[in-house]
């Protein structure tokens, strides 16, 4: 019953997740705001909705353990598995300048994030610092798109121009849809993982990392895979580096925000040196100025699953214990 109730939970905030993304695009296209703000802002923030509704629920339910293990799983499943699926399927090709940028961003922030956390527990104004970092990368990057142009943007958009709600009253039924969906679909996942994790006697943080960050992650291997096919590699790079940078500074930040999150043992020594160890491994890809090939792409999907095997056989427990 519970593996039922995490399926719908799942589902739930895939379907409603896109209803709130397409009708909030509509509203904003409808309200004359321009492409580029409509591609940095409402696209950005609304694929990460789901991530940041079911770490809100969950840090409210006293389960920080999904909460923190959501972000730090998803950002580890999409650089090994966003990235090395589609890789497999075409190498992915981007204009390295760029993802060289970016990726030394997100792990700047990967890096402060991992300083805000190391007391154990993330409070108002930590989660305040790093909402401020990303409205300053965000800020940024728009100004320079401004000045530069940025055709990613605008191909994000028109992914959701193409069944786009016309009248603003469907537009505004998508958005309450959407809304109402996500907070029902994030009830029934927490419940559902909690539960799960109990019966199967393994913490809260393993299903986190593991079956609810992946599940979260699926609309971004989605469009990942989706754009490999078309060959929009920075498409698919740019959106695994946008994601991470989004969950570690603007879901944690919010989260943390609303209700302070104790960051698990585990995770601390373990599982965030992990995300930015995987992390630190985009600078050296982008640097060779070669594709993402179907040969890392492999590497990266193999990595992925031993990370999952580690997980469930306590191998990440022996290096969580604090060294005396």
């Not at 409402?42 to 770490?55: K, Q, R």
């Not at 890096?111 to 300053?136: E, P, T």
Request: net charge negative.
């Amino acid at each position: 019953m519970m593996y039922l109730q995490v399926a719908a939970g799942l589902v739930i905030l895939l379907v409603c997740g896109e209803l709130l993304v397409r009708g909030s695009v509509a509203l904003a296209e409808q309200m004359g705001v321009s492409k580029l703000v409509i591609g940095f802002t409402v696209i950005a923030f609304g694929t990460s909705a789901p991530e940041l509704v079911v770490c809100i629920q969950a840090a409210i339910d006293g389960a920080p353990g999904i909460a923190f293990g959501n972000v730090i799983g998803s950002n580890i499943a999409n650089i090994l598995l966003v990235i090395g699926i589609p890789a497999l399927i075409y190498p992915l090709v981007c204009d390295t300048r760029s993802a060289l940028r970016d990726s030394l961003i997100m792990v700047g922030a990967s890096a402060l994030f991992m300083v805000l956390a190391w007391n154990g527990v993330i409070h108002f104004w930590q989660g305040a610092v790093l909402v401020a970092v990303l409205a300053a990368v965000v800020l940024r990057s728009y100004f320079r798109a401004r000045r530069e142009g940025d055709e990613g943007a605008e191909e994000a958009l028109e992914e959701y121009e193409q069944n786009m709600p016309k009248s603003i009253w469907i537009s505004l039924l998508f958005v309450a849809m959407g809304l109402i969906g996500l907070i029902l679909g994030s009830r029934l996942l927490v419940d559902g993982a909690v539960i799960i994790a109990k019966i199967a006697g393994v913490s809260d943080e393993i299903i986190g990392l593991t079956l609810v960050a992946l599940g979260t992650s699926l609309p971004e291997l989605a469009t990942s895979i989706i754009a490999a096919f078309r060959r929009h590699g920075d498409v698919a790079i740019g959106n695994v580096l946008g994601s991470n940078l989004f969950n570690i500074t603007g879901i944690i930040g919010v989260t943390a925000m609303i209700e302070p999150m104790s960051a698990p043992t585990q995770i601390l020594h373990f599982d965030l040196w992990i995300m930015l160890f995987v992390s630190l491994l985009m600078i050296p890809i982008f640097l060779s100025k070669k594709p993402v090939g179907r040969v890392l792409g492999g590497a990266f999907c193999i990595a992925y699953v031993a990370y999952v095997t580690a997980q469930f056989y306590g191998m990440s427990g022996v290096y969580a214990a604090p060294l005396y």
